[in-house]
C-alpha cells in the first residue's frame, strides 16, 4: 500500500510539474487541441507523461517509435495520415523537443509530405533546444528559404547553423551568402538536397518514403519545365495551364506519387500543400 501511494505520489507530482511545461509550450506554437481524430489516436502529451510515471523522455522515445513505425504515404489516406502525424510528431515535441529523431523525420516526412509549415514548426522547436547541433538551424533555414520564401530568416538560421558547426560553417556560410545574394535555383537545391537526405538515410522505409518525395518534386520540375518552353515559344506569361496540353507543351499531367498534386499559383506551378481541419497556419 506505502508503495502504491508512493508512486501515485510521484506519478501526480510528474504530472503537475510537466502540466505547467506542457501548457506553456501548447501556448507558444501550435495546439492540438481542435485537431480531428481519425483512425489513430494521439493521446495528449501530458497522458502519456503520467503513463510512464511521469518520465517525459521515456514517454517521447515510446510515442516516436510509434509514428515512425506507424507512418505511411497511402494515397486515399493522405488526409488522416497527415493529421497523426502532425498530432503525433507534435506531441513528441512537447515532450522532448530535443529529440533528435523527431526533428530528422518530422523534416523528411512532414515538410516534404505537404505540411511544410508544421515540419518548420518542429524544427525551429529543435533549433532552440539543441543549441549544439547545426542540424536543425540548417533545416530550418532551407525551409524558410524553399517553402515559406523568406529569405532573411531563411540567411538567419544558416549563420546559426554556421556558428554550431565544426566541419561545414564554410560551406553553410556560403550558402547564406548565396541566399541573399539570389543566386540559389530553388528547386534544383531542394532536389538535391532531397536526394542526398535520401543516400544517407539508413532505414529503408524512410528511403522508400523520401523515394517518392524526390518523384513529386520531379513532377513539379517537368511542369516548370513545359511552362517555361511555352512562354519563350509564345513570348507571353501562361496563365492556363491545360494550354500546355492543348498545345503539345505537355503530354499529360506528372502524377504525384504521393496523391497531394500541384497548384499554379500567380503563374507559377507549386507543390501542394495539405490542409489539415483545426490546424492553425492553414488557409
Not at 48 to 72: H, K, M, P, W, Y
Not at 79 to 90: E, K, Q, T, V, Y
Not at 254 to 282: C, H, R, T, W
Request: net charge neutral; with cysteine.
Amino acid at each position: 500500500m506505502k508503495k502504491d501511494r508512493l508512486w501515485w505520489g510521484l506519478a501526480l507530482g510528474g504530472f503537475l510539474a510537466f502540466a505547467v511545461i506542457a501548457w506553456g509550450e501548447q501556448n507558444q506554437v501550435i495546439s492540438p487541441a481542435n485537431l480531428p481524430v481519425r483512425d489513430r489516436v494521439v493521446l495528449p502529451a501530458v497522458v502519456q507523461a503520467v503513463l510512464v510515471g511521469g518520465d517525459r523522455f521515456l514517454a517521447a522515445n515510446l510515442e516516436s517509435i510509434r509514428v515512425v513505425a506507424t507512418a505511411d504515404d497511402v494515397r486515399d489516406g493522405a488526409d488522416g495520415n497527415a493529421s497523426f502525424a502532425i498530432r503525433a510528431r507534435l506531441a513528441v515535441a512537447l515532450l522532448n523537443p530535443c529529440h533528435e529523431d523527431n526533428y530528422y523525420y518530422g523534416n523528411a516526412l512532414l515538410t516534404w509530405g505537404g505540411m511544410a509549415e508544421q515540419g518548420t514548426e518542429l524544427m525551429g522547436r529543435a533549433m532552440n533546444c539543441r543549441g549544439w547541433d547545426e542540424l536543425p538551424a540548417f533545416f530550418f533555414g532551407f525551409n524558410q528559404f524553399y517553402f515559406l520564401k523568406n529569405v532573411e530568416r531563411a540567411r538567419q538560421a544558416l549563420e546559426e547553423a554556421a556558428r554550431r558547426s565544426t566541419v561545414n560553417a564554410a560551406a553553410m556560410r556560403k550558402l547564406s551568402i548565396m541566399l541573399a545574394a539570389g543566386e540559389i535555383k530553388e528547386e534544383t537545391a531542394a532536389l538535391e538536397y532531397l536526394r542526398s537526405e535520401r543516400n544517407a538515410a539508413q532505414d529503408q522505409k524512410l528511403r522508400r518514403m523520401l523515394d517518392k518525395r524526390i518523384g513529386r518534386l520531379e513532377g513539379l520540375l517537368l511542369l516548370k519545365a513545359a511552362q517555361k518552353r511555352y512562354e519563350i515559344a509564345r513570348k507571353m506569361p501562361l496563365e492556363e495551364p491545360d494550354v500546355l496540353i492543348r498545345e503539345g507543351f505537355l503530354l499529360a499531367y506528372p502524377e504525384d506519387p504521393m496523391g497531394i498534386g500541384y497548384e499554379f499559383e500567380n503563374g507559377a506551378f507549386i507543390l501542394s500543400q495539405i490542409k489539415v481541419d483545426g490546424l492553425e497556419g492553414n488557409k
